[in-house]
């Protein structure tokens, strides 16, 4: 009986509330303007989508665009929710000092707590008005959109009524601490402005990082925007919410009662303690939960990734090593730690007992710019320098004697990654796997990378193997011609070796004739031969490729008789001559090839490379023939159109122009350049990979960007790759493309979508607002 009374209390205080705040005009032009704004947004967003789909370009997670992406309505909605809502809340308690109805509240038999919830629930349905007119562009967007995505933007909705939630409480409080109601959003602006850049407060300390760092109401609601509800979001708006209404409360209960500062300072000292200990306790990745609401699980790891983490038994260390010498030491000094650990949140997601730990020091690396900045220092010098710069304390870092030992200890080698940042993986059991970071503009390591690096520690890890010593591609040199950023650059995102292939070199004159090419070797690439092999050294290409071995081989133009005695037992043959084709704008010998059918057929890889028109560029390749009887079922992946033509007599493409001749049995025709060829060998099933051209895979091709000729010829190294891997390197992380990818409307929709969203909602409640006053002025 008292609960129902209490509750009729606190619902007459709301509704008292509710119409004193509709009959003033703020409440009704803070939705108009928000309805208007809202309105204006999203028209620019349709219209977007359709002068895309004028362009004959295909729309993407239309969900995400028009609502809740980074772009979409609900997102640039919520950015500017901190100019309405303190607006509202600054008479909750104010105007009742003001006018000194606040005495009568006190001599009534209403309690501090039903005071302050009837007011805070006047907020929530004022929340809610909020929430439906963003809920008209929800419908609306459900009806035009073919597969919309309902629970994502759902989560969505929800994200933004708690963000409100939480204003509404804040701004409650700074009412209760004046009179003035000015004042009052002033400073719930302040506490607002505050909260948000908390988590930038105390960051290089590690006992206020955490405390801080959770405090932060920056970027809270962004995950509920991008379809993610994490348990800890959740409970952060709810002790946020329970925090502030407490305050109040604690304000009511001290201005009508007499209490000792020593009281007063207790009790809101309990307030505060007991919110942090929440926050810390929801905040661990062991009590957290997650539900991803889109519908590609976007927010999730990929099942590939996924797989690999459930088969980490045991602990795992994520250990960084912070070079105070290199350009990127930054990213794992104390104050950047919170960010750092937001690179692995999927995965503490799925492995919440990993630790991360910090080693930091300072050595000699290839920074050529800090070198140039402090001439003539040495390392500690410039060290000194820095520490002295950015305020750190420079016993810190470790000194180069020091790392050394500590790397020598744990097994791994840091002047072989250059001494650059650089983390590492390390299991209970010994296994250990670096990740890097990358010369590109990502910079960090995304899923694939890091999944296979912890793959690396699951399963055994392919071993690569360049010939050498014949000429061939070099691995190791940064050259146009050579193989580093294919094979070992540490710094390029999709070189082998971060993708989780072990990588080594195999000189064939090193070996005497009877030892045949070890046993762990599994791949070996073979391009641009230069040197004729002696007969022993092609035995042994050849007893390697008889026991089932996986073989590249990548020739050159006027590198076909050295290199068809490698393969002529498996029928392939390299031909005399040029393949050509003419190109606007290019070399006759400069080619552009897309995967063929099969290929995209086969390879999801593949099928995204002509999806998006990028091409294979190979500038000079040679045209091979396959023979069928040596057991090989043979795939084209990669081909020239039917215009192109073998040139055997033009060798100079820069000051010649090579033509068809029929007497030397050139003749135009589609010329595979990218073959498979595979064949079972006993239980196992042996791939040959056969590339006309050998600069495809080169340094220059794979860093070189045509602005009318879009090319990624990484891709097929990844593909390959990937297939010689059985599939399990490099991880895959792609996703099934959304769903939501029509829009049912045409071109003139968008005057509705302006006269409805921009003109009929904000004059609706126009309207009703002049309704209102009307009345009231009548009574």
């Known amino acids: ?66 609502l809740a992406g980074y772009r979409g309505v609900y997102s640039d909605m919520q950015n500017n929710l901190y100019l309405y809502i303190p607006l509202l809340t600054m008479g909750l308690m104010s105007k009742e000092y003001s006018s000194g109805s606040i005495k009568l509240l006190y001599s009534s038999p209403i309690t501090n707590v039903q005071i302050i919830i009837g007011k805070y629930i006047s907020m929530l349905v004022y929340a809610l008005i909020l929430v439906a007119i963003l809920f008209a562009y929800f419908i609306y967007t459900a ?76 970027g809270r609601s962004a995950k509920f925007l991008s379809g993610m509800i994490c348990s800890e979001d959740v409970f952060y708006f709810i002790i946020v919410v329970l925090f502030f209404l407490s305050l109040s409360i604690l304000r009511l209960k001290f201005e009508r009662t007499s209490t000792s500062k020593i009281s007063k300072t207790l009790q809101y000292t309990g307030a505060v303690c007991v919110t942090l200990l929440l926050g810390y306790a929801t905040s661990r990745p062991q009590l957290m939960g997650y539900y991803d609401a889109t519908a590609t699980k976007a927010n999730t790891l990929t099942p590939p990734s996924q797989e690999v983490v459930s088969k980490l038994d045991g602990g795992l260390t994520l250990t960084t090593f912070v070079n105070l010498l290199d350009d990127n030491f930054s990213r794992g000094m104390p104050s950047s730690r919170n960010w750092e650990m937001r690179k692995f949140e999927d995965y503490i997601r799925f492995k919440p007992e990993m630790k991360m730990k910090y080693v930091y020091y300072y050595d000699h690396v290839d920074n050529p710019r800090l070198y140039a900045r402090y001439p003539g220092l040495t390392d500690k010098e410039i060290a000194q320098r820095l520490c002295d710069t950015y305020d750190f304390d420079f016993d810190m870092f470790l000194s180069p004697e020091e790392i050394k030992e500590l790397a020598q200890s744990k097994g791994i080698n840091l002047e072989e990654e250059g001494n650059r940042f650089v983390y590492l993986f390390e299991r209970e059991n010994g296994q250990k796997a670096f990740l890097r970071l990358y010369d590109d503009t990502q910079r960090d390591p995304q899923e694939s990378q890091i999944s296979s690096a912890l793959k690396t520690m699951v399963v055994k890890a392919p071993m690569v193997a360049f010939v050498t010593g014949h000429g061939e591609r070099d691995i190791y ?45 599994d791949v070996l ?207 895959n992380d792609s996703r099934p493309h959304p769903a939501d990818d029509k829009m049912y409307i045409g071109q003139g929709a968008l005057i509705w979508v302006q006269i409805v969203f921009m003109g009929l909602i904000p004059v609706g409640l126009l309207a009703g607002y002049v309704i209102t006053w009307w009345r009231r002025r009548k009574k």
Request: hydrophobic fraction near 45%; proline fraction near 4%; charge should be negative.
């Open 1 to 66: 009986m008292k609960i129902e009374i209490s509750m009729k209390t606190i619902w007459k205080i709301a509704k008292a509330e509710l119409n004193t705040l509709f009959c003033s005009p703020i409440a009704w032009l803070i939705l108009i303007i928000f309805a208007f704004q809202a309105g204006l947004t999203f028209s620019d967003l349709i219209s977007d989508q359709l002068r895309y789909l004028a362009l004959n370009y295909r729309p993407y997670n239309l969900t995400s665009s028009l």
């Open 477 to 521: 040199k940064g050259g146009e011609r050579d193989y580093s950023a294919f094979a070992k650059n540490l710094t390029f995102r999709y070189s082998l070796i971060n993708q989780g292939f072990r990588i080594s070199t195999l000189d064939l004159k090193a070996d005497t004739a009877t030892v045949d090419i070890a046993e762990d070797i």
């Open 525 to 731: 690439v073979i391009a641009d031969v230069r040197e004729a092999y002696t007969p022993e050294e092609v035995a042994k290409v050849q007893r390697f490729l008889a026991r089932g071995g996986d073989l590249i081989i990548a020739c050159e133009p006027r590198r076909q008789s050295l290199m068809n005695p490698l393969v002529e037992k498996v029928g392939i043959t390299f031909m005399p001559g040029t393949v050509v084709e003419e190109t606007q704008g290019y070399a006759a010998n400069q080619l552009f090839l897309d995967p063929t059918a099969a290929a995209m057929k086969a390879n999801s890889g593949f099928y995204r490379m002509s999806r998006y028109g990028s091409k294979l560029s190979m500038p000079g390749a040679v045209e091979y023939q396959v023979s069928d009887s040596c057991g090989f079922q043979s795939t084209v992946l990669f081909a020239t159109t039917s215009k192109a033509w073998n040139e055997l007599q033009t060798t100079d493409f820069v000051d010649d122009i090579p033509s068809l001749n029929p007497e030397t049995s050139e003749r135009m025709d589609s010329i595979p350049l990218v073959t498979r060829l595979v064949r079972q060998v006993g239980d196992k099933q042996q791939r040959i990979y056969v590339c006309g051209d050998a600069d495809c895979m080169a340094n220059s091709e794979l860093t070189t960007n045509r602005d009318n000729m879009p090319t990624s010829n990484f891709t097929l190294i990844s593909e390959v790759f990937r297939e010689l891997s059985n599939d399990e390197f490099p991880v």
């Open 143 to 218: 009806c035009i959109v073919e597969n919309f995505d309902y629970p994502f933007a759902l989560t969505a909705v929800l994200g933004i009524f708690l963000l409100v939630c939480a204003y509404a409480a804040i701004g409650l409080f700074m009412s209760t601490l004046t009179a003035y109601q000015v004042v009052a959003a002033v400073g719930t602006l302040t506490v607002l402005a505050i909260l948000n850049f908390m988590n930038s407060v105390g960051q290089d300390i590690d006992f206020v990082r955490d405390l801080t760092y959770w405090l932060a109401l920056s």
